[in-house]
T-cell receptor, first 112, second 112 residues
Framework: EPEVTQTPSHQVTQMGQEVILRCVPI?????FYWYRQILGQKVEFLVS????????KSEIFDDQFSVERPDGSNFTLKIRSTKLEDSAMYFC??????????FGPGTRLTVL | DAKTTQPTSMDCAEGRAANLPCNHS???????VYWYRQIHSQGPQYIIH???NNETNEMASLIITEDRKSSTLILPHATLRDTAVYYC?????????????FGQGTELSVKP
């Protein structure tokens, strides 16, 4: 069964550094999403992406964040200058027609 | 998106049916009820969704009241591996962005 993959599984970085989180969605999916979950808190929507552009973004998704689908397979989330409060699990998800979303296993980001 | 209310936690004996309630009294006519679950810190996993008719798949059954103001997810024979946080989410299908708004969910503990 096809699945969403994310790399790395755990990323440790220093405050102020740039990080890129990578996702490979299921190949026939058209809509893509990033969510995050701070330890002990609920899953929060960050951004949705369709047809090579952002469809919707939350208040969390400020100018420090960007998304890209550079080669038709990878879907990346970049944080330009990480802050301590960016420490969280980041989940990528995708779906075909806005129905059920398939989530990846997540990347744990730790900002020191 | 309509707000949902779920109990914080529930216990269930292994092999018995787990019935997880959800209130969504402000649901609108074109909003669907989705159920996802999150096992430990893994990515959320889709379970089932419905509009107004009861639905069943290989994982669970979804019972939606006639006025659509509440629903119940039924896991017919709970196993230890069903221990997870279960999220009831109300959302437009095919809406722009297709974002999922997660609440705190119900933490289901299946006990031997």
């Amino acid at each position: 069964e096809p699945e969403v993959t994310q790399t790395p599984s755990h990323q440790v970085t220093q405050m102020g550094q740039e990080v890129i989180l990578r996702c490979v969605p299921i190949s026939n999916h058209l809509y893509f999403y990033w969510y995050r979950q701070i330890l002990g808190q609920k899953v929060e929507f960050l951004v949705s992406f369709y047809n090579n552009e952002i469809s919707e973004k939350s208040e969390i998704f400020d100018d420090q964040f960007s998304v890209e689908r550079p080669d038709g397979s990878n879907f990346t989330l970049k944080i330009r200058s990480t802050k301590l409060e960016d420490s969280a699990m980041y989940f990528c998800a995708g779906n075909l027609k806005g129905d059920e979303q398939f989530f990846g296993p997540g990347t744990r980001l730790t900002v020191l | 998106d309509a707000k949902t209310t779920q109990p914080t936690s529930m216990d269930c004996a292994e092999g018995r049916a787990a019935n997880l309630p959800c209130n969504h009294s402000t649901i609108s006519g074109n909003e669907y009820v989705y159920w996802y679950r999150q096992i430990h810190s893994q990515g959320p996993q889709y379970i089932i969704h419905g509009l107004k008719n009861n639905e069943t798949n290989e994982m669970a059954s979804l019972i939606i009241t006639e006025d659509r103001k509440s629903s119940t997810l039924i896991l017919p024979h709970a196993t230890l591996r069903d221990t997870a946080v279960y999220y009831c989410i109300v959302s437009l299908i095919y809406n722009q962005g297709g974002k999922l708004i997660f609440g705190q969910g119900t933490e289901l503990s299946v006990k031997p």
